[in-house]
T-cell receptor, first 112, second 112 residues
């Protein structure tokens, strides 16, 4: 079954405590991306990757890092989380040069 | 700033009626257009995409594109309560990219 798996699904943490949200896809797509979704602001892109070892900033990259060491994995790293990073995060993957995205189930992060 | 605008709703229609969801975009260079459906508490899923001016039909769904007016719409015929969800319009700017600009979504409520 084609899947995009994110972990954790829910997390409550405190300011400054580093955390990583993992994303793994078994669809063999080159493209992967992270979005955050906030009420009234919609889905905004954080980072994306067109291939292994190729990553680039999206529209709201501040406070986040990513890596793409393997095709299937694209973790999102918050080095020093702050309350304004409280949000619903989605990982997505899809074929290159299309807008067809397959989303993970989402990770709801609360930073106190 | 490239923008995609949608009425947030809620758009309330009776069961069996046609639901009409609208979207405007600001960038004339936009090349392809997508409709994603997001049920409450779930991740977005792709339901339609359209590249050319005119209509594209898929079952009960019809996407309409008018590039001159920078306008995209989604019609849902014979609306069902199970269609109740938020519908996200997304625009791909074009070129060698997967980048989508999302609208904030329209909440559709189909009344039994």
């Amino acid at each position: 079954e084609a899947q995009v798996t994110q972990n954790p699904r829910y997390l409550i943490t405190v300011t400054g405590k580093k955390l990583t949200v993992t994303c793994s896809q078994n669809m063999n797509h080159e493209y992967m991306s992270w979005y955050r979704q906030d009420p009234g602001l919609g889905l905004r892109q954080i980072y994306y990757s067109m291939n292994v070892e190729v990553t680039d900033k999206g529209d709201v990259p501040e406070g986040y890092k990513v890596s793409r060491k393997e095709k299937r994995n694209f973790p999102l790293i918050l080095e020093s989380p702050s309350p304004n990073q409280t949000s619903l995060y989605f990982c997505a993957t899809g074929p290159l040069n299309t807008g067809e995205l397959f989303f993970g189930e989402g990770s709801r992060l609360t930073v106190l | 700033q490239k923008e995609v605008e949608q009425n947030s709703g809620p758009l309330s229609v009776p069961e069996g009626a046609i639901a009409s969801l609208n979207c405007t975009y600001s960038d004339r260079g936009s090349q392809s257009f997508f409709w994603y459906r997001q049920y409450s508490g779930k991740s977005p899923e792709l339901i339609m995409f359209i590249y050319s001016n005119g209509d594209k039909e898929d079952g009960r769904f019809t996407a309409q594109l008018n590039k001159a007016s920078q306008y995209v719409s989604l019609l849902i015929r014979d609306s069902q309560p199970s269609d109740s969800a938020t519908y996200l319009c997304a625009v791909r700017i074009g070129g060698a990219t997967n980048k989508l600009i999302f609208g904030t979504g329209t909440l559709l409520a189909v009344q039994p």
